[in-house]
């Protein structure tokens, strides 16, 4: 897990800092740099908060441990299409099939969904992004003080260059962002790491 975060991590650092100088320099590439960076960094806050939080999730898998032993949040992983029918469903004798279906698996291998299992939702506001760290029991405090940073700096600037708006940033509040949402990475990345490292994936005994 550690060598995919890593390689996850490093390649991103290397296109934002492509990035980073462009729009330092002097000449008429620079806004159109800074335009592009801003779509750039918004792609690599989602992507590698959506990809980490996957990658954790196949760590969590390849533990082979029963459902019983994992914590609530992750047994959702693996029997969401159970849970939501339980939801879903007005009538009694679904929902006490749905009840029944996982108790029966509790004793079973945690098979989860990964591939369905983290939604972006195409535009991942601090809303979005604490629901996915909820849903893998990272706490997402030591991340609120860059709440309006990543509604207001990063999502609604890049929404602005997706539907072709005029944006004006000087190279320097780029730069500035740039590193504010490297250092969420970072902590994010730190964050799985440690909570792979201290097995906060598994219940209480």
């Not at 296109?15 to 801003?38: D, H, S, T, Y």
Request: charge should be neutral.
């Amino acid at each position: 897990m550690q060598t995919a975060l890593d390689q996850e991590m490093a390649w991103r650092i290397k296109e934002i800092g492509v990035f980073k100088v462009g729009a330092g320099a002097n000449g008429p590439q620079r806004k159109p740099l800074i335009r592009a960076g801003v779509a750039l960094l918004y792609a690599h806050w989602e992507g590698f908060i959506k990809n980490s939080s996957e990658i954790y999730l196949s760590y969590v898998e390849s533990r082979a441990l029963p459902y019983r032993d994992l914590k609530s949040c992750f047994v959702v992983f693996g029997l969401k299409g159970k849970i939501n029918k339980l939801v879903d469903s007005r009538k009694s004798l679904p929902n006490i099939e749905a009840v029944n279906f996982i108790f029966s698996k509790m004793d079973e291998t945690a098979k989860l969904q990964i591939g369905s299992a983290v939604d972006t939702e195409s535009n991942l506001t601090s809303k979005v992004f604490s629901n996915i760290a909820g849903s893998l029991d990272i706490d997402t405090s030591p991340y609120e003080t860059k709440f309006h940073l990543i509604d207001t700096s990063l999502v609604e600037k890049r929404n602005k260059v997706a539907h072709g708006e005029f944006l004006d940033i000087k190279g320097s509040d780029f730069s500035s962002l740039a590193d504010d949402i490297l250092g969420l990475m970072r902590l994010y990345k730190t964050d799985i790491e440690n909570a792979a490292s201290l097995e906060n994936y598994k219940r209480a005994p």
